[in-house]
């Protein structure tokens, strides 16, 4: 069976709509590292699932998110930097 080049093409369209497979490892990696208690895997999971190109997050929760889990956080604002999602500050 030939496939044409139309179908070609709209396969490859397809194709890019998938987010690349080191990037779901990424993701998956850093959410088996976070605290299972924190709310930063709901971040996470939100922004992940939502493909957001940015996030609303309020100054007392980051502050918050320093004093509790600094290194989780820092691993969160390095996912979301690698993955061009702007942080807006409220």
Known sequence: MEISR??????DSLDSLDPPASDA???ARLLAEL???SDL?????RVSRAKLPWVVIPDTAIT?????????????SK????????????
């Not at 139309?6 to 396969?11: G, L, M, P």
């Not at 895997?41 to 999971?45: A, D, M, R």
């Not at 918050?64 to 969160?76: H, I, L, N, S, T």
């Not at 996912?79 to 409220?90: D, G, H, K, S």
Request: aromatic share 10%.
């Open 64 to 76: 918050r998110w320093q004093a509790r889990d600094p290194a989780g956080w820092e691993q969160v």
């Open 79 to 90: 996912w979301l930097a690698v993955n061009a999602v702007t942080i807006v500050r409220i």
């Open 41 to 45: 895997i709901w971040l996470v999971e």
């Open 25 to 27: 490892t990424d993701t």
């Open 6 to 11: 139309s179908q070609e093409q709209h396969n």
């Open 35 to 37: 605290n299972p208690h």
